[in-house]
């Protein structure tokens, strides 16, 4: 079947969020006893899967769905300073010219994601944006957007930048391209396995 809908996620896809998420978990690092995040050590991280982070970090993996949400809020604070990727937004609109509906499915809030979006001018081009309760649940969220759109799978396909991504979209049965410029690295990913791998926004254009 043909692509009806291009779904991306957010932070570390379309939104260059890296320092305002670093910035945020430094003040959860000061108020909890974590490691905090050095500028100088976001290559290295990018390179670490989700266990390795956490014992860098010092921070255990079940209390996820617990800081999350405070995460989210402090990360409000500096929504200000997000810009979108270079040739994001051109990608948005040249697959918007094309007839492609493109919705967002991202861990963070809707309200963070849609203020983002209005202050770069992009928010006319996503028809929907949904925020995914449960960090490691997006392919609940996959399912129930498909279900909701009366979407097969393969009239769909995910672009993102995270281990995570992919294996919900394995688990859904939707094609997933991983984007090289985001939070995980390719050692990170490989093993998952992604559909497609592209080096920048411009070369997603050549897939769907």
Known sequence: MTTKYVVFD????IADTTKVFMY???????????????????????????????ILLNFPLYKIPIVMPELI??????VVEITLFPGIKNLLE??????YKIAIISSNSEENIKYVLKRN?????????????RIFGKDKTINQFLKRKKLEPSEMIYI????????ACKKSNV??????????????????DPDYMVKKPSDILEIV
Request: aromatic share 10%; hydrophobic share 35%.
């Open 175 to 192: 094609k997933v391209i991983w984007v090289e410029w985001g939070y995980d690295g390719i050692d990170v990913v490989k093993s998952a």
């Open 94 to 99: 040249n697959l918007h010219k094309k007839g």
């Open 121 to 133: 001018h992009a928010d006319t081009l996503i028809t929907d944006v949904i925020s995914a309760k």
């Open 10 to 13: 957010f932070d570390g896809t």
């Open 160 to 167: 993102g930048d995270e281990h995570r991504d992919i294996i």
């Open 73 to 78: 809020k402090q990360y409000k604070n500096s």
């Open 24 to 54: 945020a978990w430094n003040y959860l690092a000061d108020k909890y006893r974590y490691k905090k995040i050095e500028l100088d050590q976001l290559e290295t991280i990018k390179k670490l899967n989700m266990r390795e982070r956490s």
